[in-house]
């Protein structure tokens, strides 16, 4: 009964089930990251990315307004203000004057200063101090409050990457200095790869086997074992350091899988469309440029996705092949492990920059995907 037409078997049903799980792996730090990017220091600093849908509890410190604010009513000196301004209106639970002691009062309470006078802070935020003599010095006290606070979404970590100019500026050399490197590190070797898939597929020479076997040994090679042989021989030829030998490299270590999926997906091809070319008396050049190609098409897109995906999140070959001591060849990579360093603290900036630099390579493979599954199965069947 277990074969009857119709039915689906328990290994079915556990695969759709992998792949369910797969993509939500995947998914998940991808919208976390798109969600954190919208988030105030605040709030991811309180609470995950999966509960900013909802109210949050949040220990804020908030200075009230200077003393150069306070105004005389009758006797009294009063400076009145509201601590969640420029912040999304919440509900104070409780609150202190000191960090060893943030909860000694409840909203609506009023505590008395050490350096004279009172400050009732109320449920809304809003606050009022008083003294009998004049508020001094040129900060405002200091006000620790817990808080709930509902969920709060800006668009100022994007308006401080993409148009500010102490951000902005090296995020954009950062942008066209990764695609200066990106695009021809995928075309290069897809050109190159073609041909040489073409050649190890169709015509037959002395020595196409070996070569077969040769590709198939070189995509076991990591990249780091000839990083630094690499780039001596590059400072032996005279290319040194720059976007050259970035591409050189990039094509170097991506032509081997190329020439894999290519010559895979061409051998299986009709013979009698080419057998048939010939007849006519197509060339090779002719019958690889007319037919070979386009219909290589889902091969071809195929790698190039693999290939610009790497090339443009690549860090490691970026630092060992490119001079970015003036910040104009700094890959996006890059620029992100430099605002690491800089701005450690600022989790809302650097979600939103790792944003920016994931937008690209998620636009382009979701224009191609759809060619990803056909070249991957290239050769699998006749």
């Given at each position: 009964?277990?074969?009857?037409?119709?039915?689906?078997?328990?290994?079915?049903?556990?695969v759709?089930?992998?792949?369910?799980f797969?993509?939500?792996?995947?998914?998940?730090?991808?919208?976390?990251?798109?969600?954190?990017?919208?988030?105030?220091?605040?709030?991811?600093a309180?609470?995950?990315?999966?509960?900013?849908?909802?109210?949050?509890?949040?220990?804020?410190?908030?200075?009230?307004?200077?003393?150069?604010?306070?105004?005389?009513?009758?006797?009294?000196?009063?400076?009145?203000?509201?601590?969640?301004?420029?912040?999304?209106?919440?509900?104070?639970?409780?609150w202190?004057?000191?960090?060893?002691?943030?909860?000694?009062?409840?909203?609506?309470?009023?505590?008395?200063?050490?350096?004279?006078?009172?400050?009732?802070?109320?449920?809304?935020?809003?606050?009022?101090?008083?003294?009998?003599?004049?508020?001094?010095?040129?900060?405002?006290?200091?006000?620790?409050?817990?808080?709930?606070?509902?969920?709060?979404?800006?668009?100022?970590?994007?308006e401080?990457?993409?148009?500010d100019?102490?951000?902005?500026?090296?995020?954009?050399?950062?942008?066209?200095?990764?695609?200066?490197?990106?695009?021809?590190?995928?075309?290069?070797?897809?050109?190159?790869?073609?041909?040489?898939?073409?050649?190890?597929a169709?015509?037959?020479?002395?020595?196409?086997?070996?070569?077969?076997?040769?590709?198939?040994?070189?995509?076991?090679?990591?990249?780091?074992?000839?990083?630094?042989?690499?780039?001596?021989?590059?400072?032996?030829?005279?290319?040194?350091?720059?976007?050259?030998?970035?591409?050189?490299?990039?094509t170097?270590?991506?032509?081997?899988?190329?020439?894999?999926?290519?010559?895979?997906?061409?051998?299986?091809?009709?013979?009698?469309?080419?057998?048939?070319?010939?007849?006519?008396?197509?060339t090779?050049?002719?019958?690889?440029?007319?037919?070979?190609?386009?219909?290589?098409?889902?091969?071809?897109?195929?790698?190039?996705?693999?290939?610009?995906?790497?090339?443009?999140?690549d860090?490691?070959?970026?630092?060992v092949?490119?001079?970015?001591?003036?910040?104009?060849?700094?890959?996006?990579?890059?620029?992100?492990?430099?605002?690491?360093?800089?701005?450690?603290?600022?989790?809302?900036?650097?979600?939103?920059?790792?944003?920016?630099?994931?937008?690209?390579?998620?636009?382009?493979?979701?224009?191609?995907?759809?060619?990803?599954?056909?070249?991957?199965l290239?050769?699998?069947?006749?």
């Open positions: 009964m277990d074969n009857i037409a119709g039915t689906k078997s328990g290994l079915t049903w556990a759709h089930l992998s792949v369910a797969l993509v939500i792996l995947w998914l998940f730090p991808t919208v976390g990251l798109f969600v954190s990017s919208f988030r105030t220091a605040d709030q991811i309180t609470s995950g990315w999966w509960k900013s849908m909802f109210p949050a509890e949040q220990n804020l410190v908030i200075r009230a307004a200077a003393p150069d604010t306070q105004v005389q009513q009758g006797d009294l000196y009063v400076i009145e203000g509201d601590l969640f301004e420029g912040r999304s209106a919440g509900t104070v639970s409780v202190g004057i000191s960090s060893r002691a943030i909860a000694d009062y409840k909203a609506g309470d009023t505590a008395e200063l050490n350096k004279g006078g009172t400050i009732t802070v109320n449920p809304d935020g809003t606050y009022r101090m008083e003294n009998t003599e004049e508020f001094t010095g040129s900060r405002g006290q200091r006000v620790f409050i817990t808080a709930t606070t509902p969920p709060e979404f800006t668009t100022a970590n994007y401080s990457m993409l148009l100019p102490r951000n902005s500026e090296g995020m954009t050399k950062a942008f066209f200095s990764t695609l200066t490197v990106t695009i021809p590190s995928t075309v290069i070797p897809i050109v190159i790869a073609a041909f040489a898939a073409y050649a190890l169709w015509m037959e020479f002395p020595g196409r086997a070996l070569l077969i076997a040769a590709v198939v040994g070189l995509l076991v090679v990591p990249l780091q074992l000839a990083l630094i042989p690499l780039l001596k021989f590059h400072n032996v030829i005279g290319i040194g350091k720059g976007y050259v030998g970035v591409w050189l490299a990039h170097g270590f991506g032509l081997p899988l190329a020439i894999y999926l290519l010559r895979n997906y061409m051998v299986g091809l009709p013979r009698d469309i080419i057998e048939n070319a010939k007849v006519d008396g197509a090779d050049f002719q019958i690889f440029v007319k037919i070979i190609l386009p219909l290589s098409f889902p091969a071809l897109a195929s790698f190039a996705i693999f290939q610009f995906l790497w090339t443009w999140n860090l490691l070959v970026a630092m092949f490119l001079v970015d001591s003036t910040g104009e060849t700094t890959v996006m990579t890059k620029q992100i492990v430099e605002l690491l360093g800089t701005r450690g603290g600022n989790w809302e900036i650097l979600a939103t920059a790792a944003f920016i630099s994931m937008a690209v390579p998620i636009a382009v493979f979701f224009a191609m995907q759809r060619y990803l599954v056909r070249g991957l290239a050769g699998s069947v006749k």
